[in-house]
């Protein structure tokens, strides 16, 4: 069954202290590109989200979102220098004994003094972090999949559907073209005598006119390529491997073999079947370029 390129999926890990969410969203492309967007501190570990996300799929415009949370979700701690609180504390007490006061320094007033205090980046377990976004990816790909899949079955049926409409066309030109001759000759020999008003005509000649004629408006090898064509669509389809540039590649073919038989015939009704074909291939081909 076809994957549709289109789709969400979200995931979320925890290791140790840290606390990864993940958000994969998908749309149509002809390649697999992926954007990443994670926090400064977790750059290091795009390569291999990269890869991770490439592994699975092969169509697509991807972008993911990486948000972090771990104990601190600031993303600053506080840090104290205890050695400058010594300090000021030793400091203090030699003002108090000098000036023959009483030290009653309390635990505010050494960290309110300067240098005392100050914010800093919160430590990062890459490592940690590194396990727990592998985790939340494949979750976050597993519920992308389900989407895509879900998409994919609704396209499979229109496109088989739409399938059906080009067989049953296509089956309509296998009668018609010969018709056409047959109609050919008829008006040929219906021509010729009105023109010839009376006079013998050579039954050969017009024979050798007819099967002319029948040559140069000759479908049948591309009626039997565009069926092929066809075939191959529906096993295509019917596969489990992504197949979307194959589908492309068909849709394109049956074009070429649609428009090569409106070319060759001058039949009214012929003609109006081919303008059919070439509306159902385009419908077609618009879905197709949902399919991975």
Same mark, same amino acid.
């Given at each position: ?40 501190? !977790? ?35 506080? %840090?104290?220098?205890?050695? !400058? ?15 023959? !006061? ?8 050494l960290l309110q003094q300067p240098g005392v205090m ?10 940690a972090a590194g396990t727990a976004l592998t985790v ?11 989407m895509r899949a879900q998409e994919g079955g609704a ?20 009668? !018609? ?13 219906? =021509? ?8 013998? %005509? ?42 979307? =540039? ?38 077609? =081909? ?7």
């Open positions: 069954m076809p994957q549709s390129m289109t789709g969400f999926g979200s995931g979320r890990a925890t290791e140790g202290a840290e606390d990864i969410s993940v958000e994969l969203k998908s749309v149509n492309h002809k390649f697999c590109e992926v954007k990443a967007r994670l926090p400064r501190e !977790l750059s290091t570990l795009e390569p291999g989200a990269v890869k991770q996300i490439k592994a699975k799929l092969s169509r697509g415009a991807v972008e993911l979102t990486v948000k972090r949370a771990g104990k601190n979700t600031t993303g600053q701690v506080p %840090v104290v220098d205890v050695a !400058l609180v010594k300090e000021y504390r030793r400091a203090f007490k030699e003002l108090a004994a000098a000036a023959g !006061l009483t030290d009653d320094v309390r635990l505010r007033e100050h914010l800093e980046e919160a430590a990062v377990d890459v490592n939340a990816i494949e979750q976050a790909l597993e519920s992308l999949g389900r396209i499979e049926a229109d496109l088989l559907a739409r399938l059906g409409e080009v067989e049953q066309r296509v089956g309509k030109l296998k009668t !018609l073209a010969p018709q056409a001759v047959v109609e050919h000759h008829q008006r040929l020999t219906e =021509r010729v005598a009105e023109l010839a008003k009376g006079i013998q %005509v050579d039954p050969q000649r017009l024979a050798q006119e007819v099967a002319l004629f029948a040559e140069r408006t000759d479908v049948a090898e591309e009626l039997t390529r565009l069926s092929s064509h066809i075939v191959q669509f529906k096993t295509l389809l019917a596969g489990r491997e992504p197949a979307g =540039r194959q589908l492309d590649f068909l849709v394109q073919e049956m074009h070429r073999e649609v428009n090569t038989t409106g070319s060759k015939s001058q039949h009214p009704e012929i003609s109006n079947q081919v303008v059919a074909l070439k509306a159902e291939l385009e419908r077609i =081909r618009e879905q197709v370029q949902n399919v991975e």
